[in-house]
């Protein structure tokens, strides 16, 4: 044999032994955020200003208010408001949903409240049956409970909700998924001194809504439990939003939002610190529904209030191109969140439940298999 072709062919061996096998788990991972029903008008275009005040917002202090989300330029009004969002997401993902560009989102349930919007967006289509609030197991399968019988996936997929029904929307005694919900302490996982604490401060600290605790109580359940033992795919959500729209109270609704921008920033500069999750992770967070529009629909949603439809999704990760605001593109459903979280992972949800939406297109730049 020619001493140049069998160098060829050993250089030839060297580089297909480096390549990863076909189909090979990429190591991605994604976690999926739930804002509840935080409307895209205050998301695109910032603090409303006629509910900025006591008489339609019930706000207490109008000039503090102002001083902190108040800006005459939208652009810069809802930077104020969510700086995470506009300052890296929108500059470095995708943002869907601004109605005033052509970017419309909605469920396709016709409910328009939380369980039949958190369970679309999570099976990926709209099931008639969903037509109720109560903690009904959820019949149908979720895109998690689906990867958590993968083998990349297996065991590390989990759930934290801040309200309580999110259990039965996963229905963990069916799914076998790792779930914490409310107040209940997290009791799957590492038990690490800040976890232990965390379950701790759920048990003294009250709950202002029954079983449901304070957005920060959740958030860092999950942290911690993401930090410990590095998940492959997760789901968040979180209430503090829909809890004070409904109270009539702007003023608290647009700290709520704040905060929960915060907290994002927060996971995403945490993960990227992480070598398991820098450059392997998608975050995704969106709504369940929307709200109504005017000085007094705002503070509800539900079939019979115009607007309680329309919806709103952002995308950061290393499979979504920088494209910013989407514009002038076709009407997006949450119906597609599910099987746009499977693709960020490389797998095909449709392949496996056919009654769900496609993927958000463009949204991942790489096709599941």
């Given at each position: 044999m020619p001493r140049n072709f069998a160098l060829r062919v050993l250089f030839a061996v060297f580089?297909?032994?480096?390549?990863?096998?076909?189909?090979?788990?990429?190591?991605?991972?994604?976690?999926?955020?739930?804002?509840?029903?935080?409307?895209?008008?205050?998301v695109m275009r910032g603090a409303d200003p006629t509910l900025?005040?006591?008489?339609?917002?019930?706000?207490?202090?109008v000039n503090s208010l102002a001083k902190r989300f108040w800006r005459e330029d939208p652009i810069e009004r809802r930077a104020a408001l969510m700086p995470f969002?506009?300052?890296v997401v929108a500059r470095q993902g995708q943002v869907y949903g601004d109605r005033d560009v052509n970017s419309a989102m909605r469920v396709e349930n016709t409910f328009h409240f939380s369980y039949p919007g958190y369970s679309e967006m999570i099976v990926g289509y709209a099931d008639p049956r969903?037509?109720?609030n109560q903690p009904l197991p959820n019949p149908n399968v979720s895109v998690f409970e689906w990867l958590n019988t993968l083998n990349p996936y297996k065991n590390k997929v989990a759930v934290f909700g801040a309200w309580d029904v999110v259990r039965a929307i996963v229905n963990p005694v069916r799914s076998k998924l790792r779930v914490n919900v409310g107040v209940d302490p997290v009791d799957f996982g590492k038990k690490t001194?800040?976890?232990?604490?965390?379950?701790?401060?759920?048990?003294?600290?009250?709950a202002p809504w029954g079983t449901e605790p304070y957005d920060a109580l959740t958030f860092y359940s999950a942290l911690e439990y993401i930090k410990a033992d590095k998940p492959r795919a997760v789901w968040i959500t979180f209430g503090e939003t829909d809890e004070f729209a409904h109270a009539g109270r702007y003023d608290q609704y647009l700290d709520a939002a704040y905060r929960t921008d915060n907290m994002l920033r927060t996971l995403w500069e945490t993960l990227q610190s992480m070598p398991e999750y820098?450059?392997?992770?998608?975050?995704?967070?969106?709504?369940?529904?929307?709200?109504?529009?005017?000085?007094?629909?705002?503070?509800g949603h539900?079939?019979?209030i115009p607007g309680a439809d329309q919806t709103w999704l952002a995308i950061l990760g290393p499979r979504t191109k920088p494209l910013g605001v989407r514009r002038n593109i076709p009407e997006g459903?949450?119906?597609m969140i599910a099987a746009t979280v499977a693709a960020s992972l490389g797998e095909n949800w449709n392949k496996q439940e056919p009654k769900a939406a496609r993927p958000i297109p463009d949204a991942v730049e790489e096709a599941a298999k």
């Open positions: 580089v297909l032994s480096a390549l990863p096998a076909l189909g090979a788990d990429s190591g991605h991972k994604v976690i999926l955020l739930l804002i509840d029903g935080l409307r895209w008008q205050d900025m005040n006591k008489e339609n917002g019930g706000v207490q202090d969002l506009w300052n969903i037509d109720t001194a800040t976890q232990e604490l965390l379950n701790k401060l759920k048990k003294d600290v009250p820098k450059d392997k992770t998608t975050l995704i967070f969106s709504v369940d529904h929307g709200r109504g529009f005017g000085l007094k629909d705002w503070t539900g079939a019979s459903t949450t119906s």
